[in-house]
């Protein structure tokens, strides 16, 4: 019975690491948009986010009040996504959103897939001013 119980935890734990390092294989066509305009929507403001094993490329990130903002999120390593509480963004693994933040402040961006150890720490800041 031991043996059992310690097999099934062994193989859990592997199948957690592999669902965490494997690569990304969607084609990156799929869009989020979450202002509820078209897809053709011109930002005045991109943000080009890629995401490793437990980080993003910045600490911080800026953008303008009131003005569209185009996020474009990328996996370099690992399988991550991003989420932005109080600005309804999420993107699990590549992708994109278009949204126009209308109260300036500071919000944190966050890995919003499981990804294992690291994964509390991966976070970022987008202030907008």
Do not use: R
């Amino acid at each position: 019975m031991k043996k059992w119980l310690l097999a099934s935890v062994l193989l859990s734990v592997l199948l957690v690491l592999a669902a965490c390092g494997g690569k990304d294989t969607s084609d990156g066509t799929e869009k989020v948009d979450n202002t509820g305009s078209s897809e053709d929507a011109t930002a005045n403001n991109e943000i080009n986010i890629t995401g490793t094993n437990f980080e993003f490329d910045q600490a911080e990130y800026t953008v303008k009040a009131g003005e569209t903002v185009k996020i474009t999120y990328k996996n370099e390593e690992g399988m991550h996504g991003i989420a932005i509480d109080g600005l309804d963004i999420d993107i699990k693994g590549d992708g994109e959103a278009t949204f126009t933040p209308t109260e300036p402040g500071e919000y944190t961006i966050y890995c919003n897939i499981p990804c294992g150890a690291g994964h509390a720490d991966m976070k970022s800041t987008l202030i907008v001013t």
